[in-house]
């Protein structure tokens, strides 16, 4: 007579089974790990509960919190700020030759993130003209990057216009990777944002940057700017 089992009751006789590998052991509860790690996280999210702030931020937090754990904080911005003034280096575009090419992208990529663009030869790129534009914010925001400049068609001979605007990436001598045109970002309607998500992913800036914490209201891709390329919705010549 066989008499049927359910491992996954807890009983002596199951007990028994289990000690001698008749029956696998029963499987661990998850509950008491998940509500471990729920209120470690709760722990580390009011631990961190500044991480985000700046130092006009801290400043105003006086009143609420402890004044050592502020002074922490503070020390550890202008630490982070100390840090970005001295690796901030670039902080413009460099148009640059092919015959520069070496020297100002790959062999400078050992040091840096290098980041170059290669433009389309005909103003009637409504994304290249995009691009050019944020290309100089991000390379005034991001110092410790550099950003490049160059033709396409003068740096790969005949290269097609309609691949415009190129992003090349380059660190430690090598691309780590190249984007045709702006389709995956947002295309004519891409944004810094769009851009400093690119370089988070790439790892050239970090989540914790200052500089993404804070983005001011006044900023160059917000208001109208009299250079600022416009966008055409109807312009079809991109994509030919």
Known sequence: M????N??????WNDILRKHGVIPE???DPEPLIQEALVEAEKKAYENRLEDKDLDELDELEDEEDEAFLEQYRKKRLAELSTLQQTSV???VYPIQKVDYAREVTDASAKYFVLVHLTSSSDGNVESRVLTELWRQLAVKYGDV???QIRGNMCIEGYPDKNTP?????KDGEI???IITLREFNGPRTKLEDLERMLLDLGAIKESDIRLKKRSDESDDER???NKPQVEDDDDDDWD
Request: glycine residues 0%.
């Open 2 to 5: 066989q008499v049927e089992v």
């Open 7 to 12: 491992p996954n009751e807890d009983t002596e």
């Open 26 to 28: 029963k499987p661990q």
């Open 90 to 92: 670039h902080n413009q």
């Open 146 to 148: 550099k950003f490049c």
């Open 166 to 170: 190129t992003i090349l990436v380059y």
């Open 176 to 178: 780590r990777r190249q």
């Open 224 to 226: 109208p700017a009299k």
